[in-house]
């Protein structure tokens, strides 16, 4: 894998390259590359964008250009990009393999594709890979893993392939040969974190549960910022908890909060440990808390604080608040020091008070003041009269 000096100096040869002959479409394709690699998605669309200028039948910048829409979620571009390619050049089989990948409810089409790129390529284990997942997706397991095992004659080497076999033969509970799958793909890649997590996952179903934490430690040891590492540590607590080490299942659990604070099971495990302890007050705080980050969770209830001041606030499908986001910054993003809310009665001004009293981190610091015509006097005669005369 390059690192970024050696990108960084590719740029420079190839822009070099286009200085010498500005109509170098391959080189402004190639450009655009390796801005990818760096990340640079805007400058690596812009590379692209001029290869096109220069040869407007360039179907491998088309492609590219797909996979670089991908970065910005814009599917329905990304497949407009690889349906140009293909249009441009019926034999680009990866722009076959992307359109099958990202084509959503539409399995006919996908197979449709996938099939294509075969017959273009039949020695590309991905495209097997693809086929796999896509007969997984549509519970057809028996079929999947033959793809798998198509991927695998081509190439011995691919843990992936061997991983997923090992899924699919998880849902068609034989356990024995998911295990013996998972196993293999370690083998061929120690590092591959996602196979001991399926391994772990395996020996919870079948309730061994020192294996279970056993292949969550080494999850975490091979990937600590591994996607789903809170979950690691929940799996790990509830195995502690089978075993009766309430202690340990508290520790665990207050480790998947420290990755999420919102993670309302961590919280919820942990009180049920702790009501094992005949530690009742924490098991209630616990479970309180548990609550309270349901109903966060449940209504997308996102309140961000700076210190002792409020950044900003969302809200989704919870009483008069269907999408609502609002932020307390200013320009250069910094919190404000006074905030006014005004609003007709029933918009919403109680309940937004409510809400920053019940989940912001600053709860003891929010003044709610509300301000009428009758009682303006009133509120002059309060803490913020310097603010407001």
Known sequence: MDDKASLEKKIEELKKKIELNPDDDMAYNKMGVVYDKLEYYDDAMECYQKA?????????????????????????????????AIDLNPKNYWAY????????????????????????????????????????????????????????????????????????????????????????????????????ESLALVYYDLKEYDKVIEYYQQVIKINPKYYNIDSAYLTIGLS??????????????????????????????????????????????????????????????????DKKRLKNISISNYRMFRYFKINFTDKEDNPLDIIVIAGENGTGKTTLFELIKEYSLIPDDVVYLPAYRENIEDLKATMLQKYID
Not at 56 to 83: I, R, S, T, W
Not at 101 to 120: C, F, G, N, V
Not at 249 to 272: D, F, R, T
Not at 275 to 283: S, T
Request: proline share 3%.
């Open 52 to 84: 096109l200028e220069i040869n407007p039948k360039n179907d491998e910048v088309y492609k590219n250009m797909g996979d670089e829409c991908l970065n910005f979620d814009d599917y329905e571009q990304a497949l407009e990009y690889y349906q140009k």
């Open 97 to 196: 393999i992307q359109i099958a990948s990202y084509t959503w409810r539409d399995d006919d089409k996908k197979m449709e594709y996938l099939e294509k790129a075969i017959d273009l390529n039949p020695n590309d284990d991905e495209a097997y890979l693809e086929i796999g997942e896509n007969y997984s997706v549509l519970e057809k397991y028996d079929q999947a893993i033959i793809a798998y095992q198509k991927a695998i004659e081509i190439n011995p080497q691919n843990d992936k392939a061997y991983l997923e076999i090992g899924k699919n033969y998880n849902k068609l509970e034989d356990y024995e040969k998911a295990i013996e799958c998972y196993q293999k793909a370690i083998d061929l890649n120690p590092q591959n974190d996602n196979a001991y």
């Open 240 to 305: 502690y908890y089978y075993k009766k080490d309430y202690e340990k299942s508290i520790e665990s659990n207050q480790k998947a909060i420290e990755i999420n604070p919102l993670h309302a099971k961590a919280y919820h495990n942990m009180g049920v440990s702790y009501r094992n302890l005949n530690e009742d007050d924490k098991a209630q705080e616990c479970y309180q808390k548990s609550k309270i980050i349901e109903k966060q969770n449940k209504y997308r209830i996102r309140i961000i604080n």
